[in-house]
């Protein structure tokens, strides 16, 4: 367990925070480019408690700034896109997107007072469907060379979620291994339309859970036994400071990035990737059941996700249905609006949990002596990660280690399913 002022640290993310000031040393999503489109109204935000807006200016440019004008607090959502910025339309200051005031109407001519103003202002970039801004201050670090981000568009699928709770519950409940065998449990029937690794859950409750520290966080196994000769070897992977990479469909992986808009709601921006096959080759499924509307979930805490009790006596272990968003939410939306660490009781399950916050809290040690928390690249020669390795069912002879084992071969999914029915 965490004590009272260590929750804190980790949870409590507005300005002035450690937790915060960690967050903001790195790049984060702030919206979807979808959100944004060319010649779009301004998007107003709030991102770890601070009000922005974001716009496109007229060269198609994302830019980030405070919500309210410099000059009396109007708020520049409402703003005119015009003459290489945003113009506020209370008194007509104009602003670019790294803050700079251009005009002031208002004053007299040949006055230079809109030189001494600067709106604040934060650094974007556009990648993969995304806009991310840097919120930190100084030099911004380089965008981390993870492969989902330099995808081109036909390999990934961006999207977000809305969630009634802290940031930190949506990310620790992606990279616990733990839960796959009970929240997400199917009947067999129900399991063989939604994958292998159903079945696998609900035989081996118990799985081997073991992590490996790693340049970007945290590297994590899920070991189930497949008989006598072989296990099931799930890898997932925390990374730095609020997101996670995990088993999605046979073809690649899930990313997941929890980014709070105050300390008790957050969006879970996401990321599906594929390497082998591009999302032209095979249809992109994932099954919502209508669920979703403007980024909420239609099933929610309002009415109780709409848990069916009938369901739960023979098709699913939850009685939410098979989709694991739901599920998800349900979960963690019901620790609470801030999870009270102080009350945990945290077993061999948590291990994957207790060595995020094991990262984290060095990542503010970090920043407390005046270093980058781990993560943050400056060097563009060491912006790689090819060993960030995500396998939903990757088959390990019981004979060899499972660490490593991905670096040296890379079993195909396929052989998965014949050897899970051999042990029948």
Not at 23 to 41: F, H, K, T
Not at 85 to 109: K, N, V
Not at 285 to 308: A, H, K
């Amino acid at each position: 367990m965490l004590t009272a002022e260590e929750n804190e640290q980790l949870t409590r993310t507005g300005p002035g925070t450690l937790g915060g000031e960690l967050l903001r040393r790195y790049w984060q999503p702030v919206a979807l480019s979808a959100e944004l489109p060319p010649g779009g109204a301004p998007l107003p935000l709030r991102v770890m408690d601070e009000e922005l807006v974001l716009f496109r200016d007229e060269a198609g440019q994302p830019g980030l700034l405070g919500l309210h004008c410099a000059h009396r607090g109007a708020d520049l959502s409402y703003g005119r896109l015009e003459d290489g910025g945003i113009r506020c339309i209370y008194h007509g200051w104009l602003y670019d997107r790294t803050g700079r005031c251009l005009e002031q109407p208002g004053e007299p001519a040949g006055s230079t007072f809109h030189e001494r103003i600067h709106q604040r202002s934060y650094p974007c970039v556009e990648r993969v469907g995304i806009v991310f801004a840097y919120l930190g201050t100084g030099e911004p670090p380089l965008l981390p060379g993870y492969e989902f981000l330099d995808a081109t568009p036909d390999r990934v699928r961006p999207g977000k979620l809305f969630h009634e709770c802290n940031y930190l519950q949506g990310n620790e409940g992606n990279i616990d291994p733990s839960h796959q065998s009970f929240l997400h449990r199917l009947n067999e029937d129900a399991s063989r339309e939604h994958g292998v690794r159903q079945i696998l859950n609900a035989r081996a409750t118990a799985p081997i859970i073991d992590t490996e520290e790693t340049d970007y966080g945290v590297r994590i196994y899920a070991v189930r036994p497949m008989g006598a000769e072989n296990n099931n070897v799930r890898i997932s992977n925390f990374i730095m400071p609020n997101l996670c990479a995990v088993a999605g469909d046979k073809y690649g992986y899930l990313v997941q990035w929890h980014v709070p808009i105050d300390d008790t709601h957050h969006w879970r921006f996401q990321l599906w990737f594929r390497r082998s096959v591009t999302f032209d080759e095979v249809d992109f499924q994932e099954s919502r059941e209508g669920m979703v509307e403007g980024y909420r979930l239609t099933r929610n805490r309002s009415n109780r996700y709409l848990q069916n009790r009938e369901e739960m006596k023979a098709r699913s272990f939850s009685g939410l249905g098979p989709n694991f968003v739901l599920h998800d939410a349900c979960a963690i939306e019901g620790e609470g609006e801030i999870l009270d660490r102080t009350q945990e009781n945290l077993g061999y399950g948590d291990r994957a949990i207790i060595a995020a916050r094991v990262m984290m809290f060095k990542g503010i040690r970090a920043i407390e002596d005046g270093r980058d928390p781990p993560g943050v690249v400056r060097d563009a020669a060491a912006n790689a990660f090819p060993h960030l390795f995500v396998r939903r069912d990757l088959v390990v002879p019981s004979t060899e280690q499972w660490r490593g084992f991905w670096a040296r071969t890379d079993v195909e999914h396929k052989e998965t399913w014949d050897l899970v029915q051999s042990t029948r």
